[in-house]
């Protein structure tokens, strides 16, 4: 069996003894982070059901499996070390942001000074191709 298939297994045995045991289904209902814990479920059973059906149809599904990143909604609610770090980059978006800045300019800098410096070489055939 695979690590996505025991994943799947454990994350929907997890979600349906979540809606078993809860006291208020409605709150359940409203909550955000269960929609996500869904989501996240229904795609791989969705592919596993149409496996029979024309190859456009499972082209669909495969798009829903780019859902699978709501998984780490799910996961992050787990670990506190996440919030953290989520907190911290909110509290520091200014700091990277100018990081970023500099970074970029640093780069466009120095490739402009490697490109002058080269000279007028002709450039390589290669590259050229690539760029066709």
């Not at 929907?12 to 982070?33: E, H």
């Not at 149409?50 to 998984?71: C, E, G, S, T, Y």
């Not at 970074?103 to 080269?118: D, G, H, K, R």
């Amino acid at each position: 069996m695979s690590v996505e298939r025991v994943s799947i297994i454990w994350f929907t045995l997890d979600f349906i003894m979540r809606i078993v045991t809860c006291p208020d289904k409605n709150q359940f209902v409203k909550s955000l982070l269960n929609w996500f814990d869904l989501l996240a479920v229904i795609p791989f059973y969705l592919e596993l059901m149409a496996h029979h059906l024309n190859p456009p149809f499972i082209m669909v599904l495969r798009l829903f499996r780019a859902l699978r990143i709501v998984r780490i909604f799910k996961i992050s609610r787990y670990f506190q070390g996440l919030f953290a770090l989520g907190y911290a980059l909110r509290q520091s978006a200014g700091e990277l942001l100018i990081l970023t800045m500099t970074l970029i300019t640093f780069v466009a800098l120095y490739s402009s000074l490697m490109f002058f410096s080269e000279g007028c070489a002709e450039p390589c055939p290669a590259v050229m191709a690539t760029l066709r």
